[in-house]
């Protein structure tokens, strides 16, 4: 069983729409969780941790449900700019040595 | 803004030839890793480096693969004998310790003939 699961997509929005990927984990000992966004041939860059109480940064708000096991991430407002893969990562608790990174989720924001 | 940087940007080598991969990380961070993507695929953790020695490795990393941090700025990833199937993108990644925030250096493409 994969670590860290997306859907694929792609998801594609005109622009302005809200649109949301989920990402599940398999491991209960997952800690900390992370959305990340890679451009095409980029790397990776954080967009933001994602906290137990859940965050919001700007039009991004990430939750987290536990006793799923899944993160989410909403973008409200959809640029065409927020075209990317989203990458869910985690990594295990009281554990710098090790993150696992989902496959990507593709949004294409059309105008 | 502090980044990591990495050289070359891109490589090209024949089989069974090594590279060597160079990345600095950001200054003050503790945490060292190397990552690889090959091209439509996931990004795969290699290996993981702190307090100058390797902290986890995956089953990727086998001993074809080297690290080390030779003089506390570089942090260098040796492929000795390089197969097709190594042809991927290379990235490197620090993390200060404080969060586990990783920042990525912008990638070696490594293409093997």
């Known amino acids: 069983r994969k670590e860290v699961e997306q859907d694929p997509g792609p998801f594609n929005v005109p622009e302005g729409a809200t649109v949301a990927f989920n990402c599940t984990y398999s491991?209960?000992?997952?800690?900390?969780f992370f959305w990340y966004r890679q451009d095409c041939r980029k790397e990776p860059k954080l967009l933001m941790s994602?906290?137990?109480s859940g965050n919001e940064d700007g039009r991004f708000t990430a939750q987290l449900n536990r006793a799923s096991q899944y993160i989410s991430l909403l973008i409200r407002d959809s640029k065409l700019s927020d075209s990317a893969t989203y990458l869910c990562?985690?990594?295990?608790?009281?554990?710098?040595?090790?993150?696992?990174f989902g496959s990507g989720t593709k949004l294409n924001v059309k105008p | 803004e502090p980044e990591v940087t990495q050289t070359p940007s891109h490589q090209v080598t024949q089989m069974g030839q090594e590279v060597i991969l160079r990345c600095v990380p950001i200054?003050?961070?503790?945490?060292f890793y190397w990552y690889r993507q090959i091209l439509g695929q996931k990004v795969e953790f290699l290996v993981s480096?702190?307090?100058?020695?390797?902290?986890?490795k995956s089953e990727i990393f086998d001993d074809q693969f080297s690290v080390e941090r030779p003089d506390g700025s570089n942090f260098t990833l040796k492929i000795r004998s390089t197969k097709l199937e190594d042809s991927a993108m290379y990235f490197c990644a620090s993390m200060p310790g404080a969060s586990y925030e990783q920042y990525f250096g912008p990638g070696t493409r490594l293409t093997v003939t």
């Open positions: 990562v985690v990594n295990l608790r009281n554990n710098f040595n090790k993150f696992y």
């Open positions: 491991n209960s000992a997952s800690q900390s």
């Open positions: 994602v906290y137990s």
């Open positions: 200054s003050n961070h503790l945490y």
């Open positions: 480096f702190y307090n100058n020695e390797i902290s986890e």
